[in-house]
């Protein structure tokens, strides 16, 4: 199983859902574990059960890839403040910055070629905020849009267990 995050609005946010990379900065982590983006002070919360979620992914032996409409340097510096990016396959950071619509149906098809991961009887969820239903069904991927109120610890136990008990 194979496991691609957004990150904006999808593994962590802000107050005004702004995107991390939107002003070009140092980010730092406060002594309550959020984000700091330091030229203009923005806070980053990693949403609920995020952590969880991705050491259960690890545990079980699936991969966690990044698909993210960013500068990656950012999302990078995020993942490894946020104490994350020990658990994403470095492989699958598919991070770009785009002009207009970001498509990251194929990010995910590109980058699973560019490393020869074959697809062949290999699950793999899409998490997101936007809604990328329809893209994810023309590259027969599992999509889920998630919310701020998503809890990614219960979401990914529940959807590792279902895959497990069916043997997938």
Known sequence: ?????DCDDTIWGSEDKDYISSVPSSLTLNSKGNLIREKDNKVFS??????KAFE???KSGGRIGIVSDNRKYMVTGALEKFG?????DKKLVLVKLWKGYCPKHRM???GLAKNNIPRDNMKVFWFDDKDYANEAKEIQSLF???SPSTNFGDLIKDLVDSYKNNGQ
């Open 108 to 110: 995910i098809v590109e």
């Open 144 to 146: 889920i849009r998630v």
């Open 46 to 51: 990693l949403r609920k059960g995020v952590k």
């Open 84 to 88: 994350l990016i020990k658990f994403v």
């Open 1 to 5: 199983m194979i496991f691609f995050f």
């Open 56 to 58: 259960n992914i690890k």
